[in-house]
């Protein structure tokens, strides 16, 4: 693992290096260093200049995140750290986010998406309203359609999440202007 991770960060070899870690989570080998590693991936599939850097990153982070036994506080990590860069400052880098998000939504299983669906919708509506780019929006409308009509979270759920959203709207609308 270590000739691994001294390689991630030289960019002639940073592909080579990737490519021998996506072998080692695909085999599903375990050790701790695995979950470092795993860290360091994550960070370099938003922050990578090369969109076939990223999109290496991110097969080995789905696949990681699908196939590795993982506690319930990893797993709420790593989906924080998702949401959480969700406004990070570049646009690709936000884009490859939300292409995670997607598969995540199509792939993890389905209590995993009740647990967080919640946590998962609202960040997502925020994304929604605050991104400038109209790609990431059109993204976000994506992955939350499949949140919310993938068939993966409870019908009372989905009520839940609406209901929330239309309070939340006569709320703001119940709210006197201030005169300009």
């Keep these: ?97 939300l292409s995670v998000l997607l598969t995540l939504m199509e792939r993890f299983p389905a209590q995993v998406i009740e647990s967080y669906c919640e946590l998962i919708f609202f960040a997502l509506v925020i994304r929604v309203v605050n991104d400038d780019s109209a790609e990431c929006r059109q993204q976000v409308h994506l992955v939350l359609k499949k949140l919310l009509y993938g068939g993966k979270i409870s019908q009372s759920k989905i009520k839940t999440l609406l209901n929330t959203i239309l309070k939340l709207k006569s709320q703001d609308s119940d709210t006197p202007k201030k005169a300009e």
């Design 1 to 97: 693992m270590s000739i691994i991770s001294d390689h991630l960060d030289r960019s002639i070899v940073q592909s080579n290096a990737l490519q021998c870690f996506r072998s080692v989570i695909h085999r599903k080998f375990l050790c701790s260093e695995i979950y470092d590693l795993i860290e360091r991936v994550q960070e370099m599939m938003i922050d990578s200049s090369l969109k076939p850097i990223r999109n290496l990153c991110q097969a080995i982070f789905v696949q990681f995140l699908l196939d590795y036994p993982l506690e319930n506080e990893r797993i709420e990590s790593h989906i924080n750290f998702l949401l959480k860069n969700l406004s990070y400052c570049s646009e690709n880098g936000r884009l490859q986010l």
